[in-house]
């Protein structure tokens, strides 16, 4: 599952905020800028490991052969 999936699991939940000790307001703007493609990698990251979900796998990079 993608970040983006994982994002969009976890707040298609109803009162998926509370159990990561966030105000509703605060969630529904996080939810709002998901679907307009606002809201950082990182903020989503941050909220799903606050919710308990996990990364299996880590982001690996490979330079730009110039």
Request: charged share 30%; hydrophobic share 35%; aromatic share 10%.
């Amino acid at each position: 599952m993608t970040t983006h999936d994982a994002f969009q699991d976890l707040t298609s939940k109803r009162g998926w905020y509370k159990a990561i000790g966030i105000t509703e307001k605060a969630a529904s703007s996080a939810k709002t800028a998901f679907k307009n493609g606002k809201i950082t990698l990182d903020k989503m990251e941050e909220v799903l490991s606050k919710a308990g979900y996990k990364v299996l796998t880590e982001k690996t990079w490979k330079p730009n052969e110039l």
